[in-house]
């Protein structure tokens, strides 16, 4: 059973940093990308970055390009996301996701088969 487990939220001003992980178990290898996606209060779950598993290739989207980071420590089976100069509108839960196969572009959330319990980020002064 493929278990993923956020940690790392919390409340940052703005301009501030956090860095979220997303710790994976019981994987096989038939997962061969992780995804981080975000869900503000009634908005959509939209896909945030994502990574390859294999050879650490990544995605991200336009509204967190330069400004956040995805890398993994295969040794460690967990995946990070680094984000630094936070805005307000950055503010949501995070979930990391595990799926199948790495398309190369902005994660969508039904190609994804299993899901972390999400953590808060709240940027606020």
């Known amino acids: 059973q493929v278990q993923l487990v956020e940690s790392g939220g919390g409340l940052v001003q703005p301009g501030g940093s956090l860095r979220l992980s997303c710790a994976a178990s019981?994987?096989?290898?038939?997962?061969?990308?992780i995804g981080w996606f975000r869900q503000a209060p009634g908005k959509e779950r939209e896909g945030v970055s994502c990574?390859?598993?294999?050879?650490?290739?990544?995605y991200y989207a336009e509204s967190v390009k330069g400004r956040f980071t995805i890398s993994r420590d295969n040794a460690k089976n967990t995946v990070y996301l680094q984000m630094n100069s936070l805005k307000p509108e950055d503010t949501a839960v995070y979930f990391c996701?595990?799926?199948?196969?790495?398309?190369?572009?902005?994660?969508?959330?039904?190609?994804?088969?299993?899901w972390g319990q999400g953590t808060q980020v709240t940027v606020s002064s």
């Open positions: 996701a595990a799926a199948a196969y790495y398309s190369g572009s902005v994660p969508a959330p039904d190609e994804y088969d299993f």
């Open positions: 990574i390859r598993s294999s050879d650490g290739s990544t």
């Open positions: 019981g994987f096989t290898s038939d997962y061969h990308a």
